[in-house]
């Protein structure tokens, strides 16, 4: 996980594909729409890529947490085993956080960078009614 979210610290023009997928790895199996627990220890770090990153890796983190956001359950590792309970907390914890970011995300959709768009993207989805 620290080289994926090194990587999307550093990511540019060139490599910001390559990050995404990178942390994408690292935090989720993207084939099964399932997230790992390390997700929630690596939202102080998302958030510090938010708040101080170059503007491709803050639209490479958007992106990470719009798709890991609209579309991500915590899974259930055999080397980490979790009740449904566990899982079901796991994947709370992380909506929270993300939409404790939600401030943030407003400051970050109304800058006019390239990743205003994504921003306003994962706000629409915060704010989107539970089901």
């Given at each position: ?9 550093q ?9 995404c ?5 690292a ?8 997230s790992?627990?390390?997700l929630?220890t690596?939202m102080?770090i ?7 990153g ?6 490479s ?19 980490v ?8 907390a ?8 993300v ?10 959709a ?11 993207n994962l706000v ?8």
């Amino acid at each position: 996980m620290p080289r994926a979210l090194l990587a999307l610290w550093q990511a540019d023009g060139r490599s910001r594909q390559a990050a995404c997928d990178a942390a994408m790895g690292a935090l989720a199996n993207d084939h099964a729409g399932t997230s790992w627990p390390v997700l929630a220890t690596a939202m102080p770090i998302l958030e510090y890529i938010l708040r101080h990153g170059r503007p491709d890796a803050v639209a490479s983190t958007i992106c990470l947490l719009d798709d890991l956001f609209a579309s991500f359950e915590a899974e259930p590792r055999k080397l980490v085993p979790a009740t449904p309970a566990e899982l079901d907390a796991r994947t709370v914890a992380f909506q929270r956080a993300v939409t404790a970011l939600r401030p943030l995300l407003v400051t970050l959709a109304a800058d006019g960078r390239p990743s205003a768009q994504a921003a306003r993207n994962l706000v629409a989805l915060i704010d989107e009614p539970d089901d």
